[in-house]
T-cell receptor, first 118, second 113 residues
């Protein structure tokens, strides 16, 4: 079974530029998550999708960040314009939830995209 | 609100020895999931082990096992026969009723050859 795919793996941009990240979840996974992880900290949830609807985007800085999950499969996360403090690893995860069966709650992560804003 | 606490910022262990990483949590729920994830320098988050709160039996995955004490709200990870490849950040996490993970601050595990 293929895992969660993310691209690009690395991105370096100047502040005020825009950037987009792509995520393809595990096939059949209804729920998709985007996290921001700053070095030395745990992941911070940015947005949670269930199929193509937003469940929670309360921690997404909506003045500069946007995300979409068209057709309930792939997702893109965009930052425009980027700031220095956006330098972080952006992790995408997916799970079967809310399907029945407790094992469906497990989140599986992609390799992440490491963003450096200069 | 649920919270997860990892009190050890860093741990070190000699290769082939056993190490235990601590995690405590706070919740008012009776049924929940707990996880340990490993994050090597590559920064990919890898699932190590999962425990369902309604199961009294401690989860085990090869060299990794947990000591789950529900009444004490404790969920420690034991790594036996430590290997160089085990060096990583280890995160304890609680899955809430919205299918969101509540994360601990992480423990950096160093393996001494």
């Amino acid at each position: 079974e293929a895992g969660v795919a993310q691209s690009p793996r690395y991105k370096i941009i100047e502040k005020r530029q825009s950037v987009a990240f792509w995520c393809n979840p595990i096939s059949g996974h209804a729920t998709l998550y985007w996290y921001q992880q700053i070095l030395g900290q745990g992941p911070k949830l940015l947005i949670q999708f269930q199929n193509n609807g937003v469940v929670d985007d309360s921690q997404l800085p909506k003045d500069r960040f946007s995300a979409e999950r068209l057709k309930g499969v792939d997702s893109t996360l965009k930052i425009q314009p980027a700031k220095l403090e956006d330098s972080a690893v952006y992790l995408c995860a997916s799970s079967l939830a809310p399907s029945s069966g407790r094992a469906a709650d497990t989140q599986y992560f992609g390799p992440g995209t490491r963003l450096t804003v200069l | 609100a649920q919270t997860v606490t990892q009190s050890q910022p860093e741990m070190s262990v000699q290769e082939a020895e056993t190490v235990t990483l601590s995690c405590t949590y706070d919740t008012s729920e009776s049924d929940y999931y707990l996880f340990w994830y490993k994050q090597p320098p590559s920064r990919q988050m890898i699932l190590v082990i999962r425990q369902e709160a309604y199961k009294q039996q401690n989860a085990t995955e090869n060299r990794f096992s947990v000591n789950f004490q529900k009444a004490a709200k404790s969920f420690s990870l034991k790594i036996s026969d430590s290997q160089l490849g085990d060096a990583a950040m280890y995160f304890c996490a609680y899955l809430d009723s919205n299918y969101q993970l509540i994360w601990g601050a992480g423990t950096k595990l160093i393996i001494k050859p």
